[in-house]
């Protein structure tokens, strides 16, 4: 008697796309932007990827610790240590004001990170049980002489002025309010993601 068993081709398959789901991080919760342009950053949910988190209370997390930027830089400088091409992904909450996930930029720049990925929400409709996270990658200053320059202001909408400067190739600087919240911020990002540019997200202006 054959020591095999039959299994469904739809049990099979199922089985197939389970083992290909990645097992849920532990994290911290934040309510994140939504946007229009995200990219799939799967290589979000690897084990071994850095996710920083700004709750809207304006607490840093590095995974679940509890950091300050300072030891935020620390923790990252060494973690990349020895990774060349190791990603950043920022994990803000919507209501957090810019000033305070700028000083978490800040700490990514102190410690070699100058094009982090920032997490964003997205209403994908999606069968499977997982949904890929998505992102909008951001540079660090000093900006290129070429880069064309922005102002976004805290209450102003500058959606107009954004998709005329965004097209494919250039690049943006985007100098923002501190007071700004920060989904306003990827709002704006996503904007420019959305007409081809490249965003340089400028310290927050005081």
Do not use: W
């Not at 290589?43 to 995974?63: F, M, N």
């Not at 935020?72 to 803000?92: I, M």
């Not at 004001?97 to 100058?114: C, F, H, Q, W």
């Not at 102003?156 to 005329?164: N, T, Y």
């Amino acid at each position: 008697m054959s020591g095999f068993l039959r299994l469904p081709v739809g049990v099979l398959l199922v089985a197939a796309a389970a083992a290909q789901i990645p097992a849920l991080r532990q994290g911290v919760s934040v309510q994140m932007p939504i946007t229009t342009s995200a990219a799939p950053m799967p290589d979000a949910d690897l084990p071994d990827s850095l996710i920083v988190a700004v709750t809207s209370r304006g607490d840093v997390y590095l995974e679940v610790t509890k950091l300050t930027p300072a030891q935020l830089s620390e923790k990252v400088r060494a973690a990349v240590a020895g990774h060349p091409g190791k990603r950043v992904y920022v994990k803000g909450d919507a209501r957090v004001p810019y000033s305070t996930v700028g000083e978490v930029l800040d700490a990514l720049g102190t410690a070699g990170m100058n094009a982090p990925i920032l997490l964003a929400a997205q209403h994908d409709a999606n069968d499977t049980s997982y949904v890929p996270p998505k992102g909008l990658e951001v540079l660090l200053p000093p900006a290129p002489d070429q880069a064309q320059a922005v102002t976004l202001k805290t209450g102003q909408g500058s959606d107009a002025e954004l998709r005329k400067l965004a097209g494919a190739g250039r690049q943006v600087l985007l100098q923002v309010d501190g007071k700004t919240m920060f989904g306003e911020v990827v709002h704006a990002v996503d904007v420019c993601h959305a007409g081809g540019s490249k965003v340089i997200l400028a310290r927050p202006e005081k």
